[in-house]
């Protein structure tokens, strides 16, 4: 039986191409009211057109940004206690390890944030130490005020002995030590390192996966002068140390320092 549905007709092809004229007309309108007769005819054609059909973000656009690397500064015995205390000649204390360590962390940590770092300072036995994870962690501590010999002067850097990644523990120690000493022109005083630096606490606190170091950037007796009064050139070795490490600058590989017991 024939069906009386009747079948859909096709709309005029006279509406499509009134709207394809009426578009091409709106378009070369836009053109000729945008660019001058010399413009329209000059070299840069090509370039305005592509300026035009380009499209542009709004006001309202939303960017993405790339995730900031996280550094670990810790200051020394800050917030647990003084440190190493020096005494005058007359036996009162005129420096305190841990105000030092707190100082040179501090200018540490505002020159990295200043180059887009994201940069905690910590304290010694800080919670967040707890599970820590950063590309780089670094505890900045100083030596004895106490005079032992000539010999005591310089600075010091080690990494633990149980790190998962020997050769970037490896590449963070050697950063440190050439470039502190390039910036302070200190000598390195490796025959001073004790277990209480390579079995250093937070080593065995943070992330596995965090590479860590600590540094002593001198002696409170011999290397006083440098360390209290050139401060930011001290607080400089340090963040270019840790740069070198971040940002894989060439340096020789040194390896792990064995502590003297």
Known sequence: MESTKRRPTRRPRTVNAFTSTLGIAVLLAT??????????FGSNLQEQLRLML????????????????????????TGNDSGAVCLDGNGQVDLKEVDLNLEIATLV??????????????NEFDTRLNGYRAVALVSIHNDSCEYINNEATGFKVAASLETR???????????????????????????SITSDMTEYH???????NT??????TG?????????????DRVSEG???????????????????????P
């Open 54 to 77: 380009t499209p542009h973000p709004g006001p309202n656009a939303v960017t993405t940004s790339q995730p900031q690397l996280r550094i670990g500064i810790v200051a020394g015995h």
């Open 31 to 40: 053109l000729f009211t945008a660019w001058t007769p010399n413009s329209l």
């Open 238 to 260: 340090v963040t270019q140390g840790i740069l070198c490490f971040i940002t894989n600058e060439s340096v020789l590989p040194t390896a792990l320092p064995i502590f003297t």
């Open 202 to 208: 937070a080593f065995s606190e943070i992330d596995p």
């Open 219 to 231: 002696f409170l007796n011999l290397d006083r002068e440098i360390l209290t009064k050139q401060t």
């Open 211 to 216: 590479i860590t170091a600590i540094i002593e």
């Open 109 to 122: 940590q505002r020159s990295l944030a200043a180059k887009g770092y994201q940069v905690d300072l910590l």
């Open 165 to 191: 990644d020997v050769n970037r523990a490896q590449r963070l120690t050697a950063c440190l030590t050439d470039r502190y000493r390039q910036i302070t022109g200190m000598t390195y005083h490796a025959g």
